[in-house]
């Protein structure tokens, strides 16, 4: 159980376009949902914090008109990456949070296998 | 600052052998600790979580410590495969209403036969 899923898992795409990645927990629900980047050989880093049914919460320095976040359902979260530049291309990871999960998995993060976007 | 220390940086062990992963945190206030193998080009897996009153934690060939007094916890991994080679990742969580995940750099263990 408690298993994300991202799509796709790879994407290559042309400076001035959009690209929309999707993360969706397979078997649990998760009002709360959040994006990461990571840099070759660096850590994750949190973009934003996606809460189903309200707005997105950034952390500083991440543009909320560039990163699209839309939370539509208990099981889906969706991260846009609007007009992408080169400097976008990198590996965006999800995670969704079990709060409504019981035992040893209650409000833990589970993480998707990323999304390698590369911006030509 | 909360931040998350690890190291070394990166290892290369003999297929076989056991190696040990540090972990050092300055983060205020605790959940819990956990333990991430990430391998190349995919997301993190948990390998182990450790509340406060939790020493150690076992996961087949991983073993986590923690000593919450100097807050140091390691990963210890004993007959080590090929298929180890990979990112381990410190994750400290904190307590109170954020719940945000506090991120070591990762320590990037290649095993070689």
């Known amino acids: 159980g408690a298993v994300v899923s991202q799509h796709p898992s790879w994407v290559i795409c042309k400076s001035g376009t959009s690209v929309k990645i999707e993360c969706r927990s397979l078997?649990?629900?998760?009002?709360?949902m959040f994006w990461y980047r990571q840099f070759p050989k660096q850590s994750l880093m949190l973009m934003a914090t996606?809460?189903?049914?309200?707005?997105?919460?950034?952390e500083q320095g991440v543009e909320k008109d560039k990163f699209l976040i839309n939370h539509a359902s208990l099981t889906l979260s969706t991260l846009t990456v609007t007009s992408a530049h080169p400097e976008d291309s990198s590996f965006y990871i999800c995670s969704a949070r079990a709060e409504l999960m019981t035992g040893s998995s209650y409000n833990e993060q589970f993480f998707g296998p990323g999304t390698r976007l590369t911006v030509l | 600052k909360n931040q998350v220390e690890q190291s070394p940086q990166s290892l290369i062990i003999l297929e076989g052998k056991n190696c040990t992963l540090q972990c050092n945190y300055t983060v205020s206030p605790f959940s819990n600790l956990r333990w991430y193998k990430q391998d190349t080009g995919r997301g993190p897996v948990s390998l182990t979580i450790?509340?406060?009153?939790?020493n150690t934690k076992s996961n087949g060939r991983y073993t986590a410590t923690l000593d919450a007094d100097t807050k140091q916890s390691s990963l210890h991994i004993t007959a080590s495969q090929l298929s180890d080679s990979a990112s381990y990742i410190c994750v400290v969580r904190l307590g109170g209403a954020t719940n945000k995940l506090i991120f070591g750099t990762g320590t990037l263990l290649a095993v070689q036969p």
């Open positions: 450790m509340t406060f009153s939790e």
């Open positions: 078997d649990f629900q998760a009002t709360t």
């Open positions: 996606s809460n189903e049914g309200s707005k997105a919460t950034y």
